[in-house]
Every structure is written in C-alpha cells, then in structure tokens.
C-alpha cells in the first residue's frame, strides 16, 4: 500500500495470483489497471470493466462526491460581524469542502438567531449547485445585538457568533449624540470600509 496525503490510499494487490493496481476507498477497492510482467518489464493494462468507478469521485468528480461538508477542511469566512442597520449586510463567505479537501455541494443551509425575526437572511438561489466559493448576507433594518448560528446540512458549523448592527448616524444623528458607544462603533466601522477600499485599490495596482 501507498499512502497518499489527503486521498484515499493507492495499493497493489495480488487476487488469485492476478496483480491489480488501484486506490482504496474505507474498505473497498477500485482496481484500474492489472499489473504484467513481461521479460524485464512490468506492463499496466487498464482495466475496463470496473463497476465501482463512482467511489473515486472525490477525487475525479467532487462535485458529484456526496461526501458531506467536514467544517474542519471548509472555510467559513466572516467579512464582517458588525454594519450598519439599514445600509449594508454582514457578509458569510463560504467554501465547502469535504475530508479530502475538495470542494462539495451544500444540500441546505441555516442561519439561526434568537432574533432571526429582526434579520434578513439572503441566501444564494442556487447554492445547492455550487462547488465555488459563495456567500450569504444578513441584514437588519434596526440596531440589534444578538448571536448566530449556522447549521450545514444538519450540522452545526459556527455556534453562537456575536454580530451587530449599529444606528445609522447619518439618519439618526442625535440619538447617535445620546449614545456615543453606537457613534464610536458607527465611525469605525465606516474607517474599516474605506480601509478596505485603499488595500482592494493597492492589490490591483
């Protein structure tokens, strides 16, 4: 056997003193080739009639793995946990991928709050199709402080994430003015915006 990092193992194996080389998968084996010697060379002869070719689409075909999302190997990238309430989203980005590293199809995500009633959830339409990175954005038309949770195909990717929308100074200046923990954390996070604007501009020069 010859162990490959992050795939299933690759094996040569003698069956009724015939050599097959191939890959296994847990407990089954998927032969692609048999192994002939001939004089003082070793021949590979592909083998035509594997009937358990599906097994390796993690490797070939992960989007058609259905392997399930592992959240160790997923990425799940938090933009922003804080915004403004009334004018932009906090954005969740997202790379599914299952234990082999390899991007894989989300049958259905959540986003769950105490307070989702008070949220907007905007969820890609074709999500369940995608194997690229992707993101969802929430959004709120008040000042709330509250946590989220976001569920994977049942199971549970981020626990209890603190997130908050803060009063839009703008529209509201005096109550910002009576509330100068929201003015503060209003003005930085319009100093993060621009911040990020200068870097985005700095990478494409």
């Not at 002869?45 to 989007?63: G, H, M």
């Not at 509330?179 to 915006?193: D, S, T």
Request: net charge positive; glycine share 6%; charged share 25%.
């Amino acid at each position: 056997m010859f162990p490959v990092d992050g795939q299933p193992n690759f094996l040569v194996k003698n069956e009724n003193g015939i050599l097959s080389a191939g890959w296994m998968r847990d407990t089954d084996f998927i032969p692609l080739a048999t192994v002939k010697k001939e004089n003082q060379s070793i021949r590979l002869v592909p083998n035509l009639n594997t009937n358990n070719l599906a097994l390796l689409n993690p490797i070939f075909q992960p989007d058609r793995s259905g392997l399930s999302v592992d959240p160790v190997k997923s990425i799940f990238y938090w933009n922003n946990k804080e915004a403004v309430a009334g004018r932009n989203p906090l954005r969740l980005f997202i790379l599914p991928q299952n234990k082999y590293g390899r991007p894989v199809q989300v049958k259905k995500i959540d986003v769950l709050s105490k307070d989702k009633g008070n949220l907007g959830i905007i969820y890609p339409q074709d999500y369940s199709f995608r194997v690229k990175p992707w993101f969802i954005d929430i959004l709120a038309k008040f000042p709330i402080k509250t946590e989220v949770s976001v569920v994977v195909d049942g199971e549970i990717v981020a626990k209890d994430i603190p997130v908050e929308f803060v009063t839009d100074c703008q529209k509201q200046f005096k109550s910002c003015l009576a509330n100068p923990g929201q003015l503060g954390k209003y003005i930085l996070i319009l100093f993060n915006e621009q911040r990020m604007k200068l870097l985005e501009l700095l990478r494409k020069k």
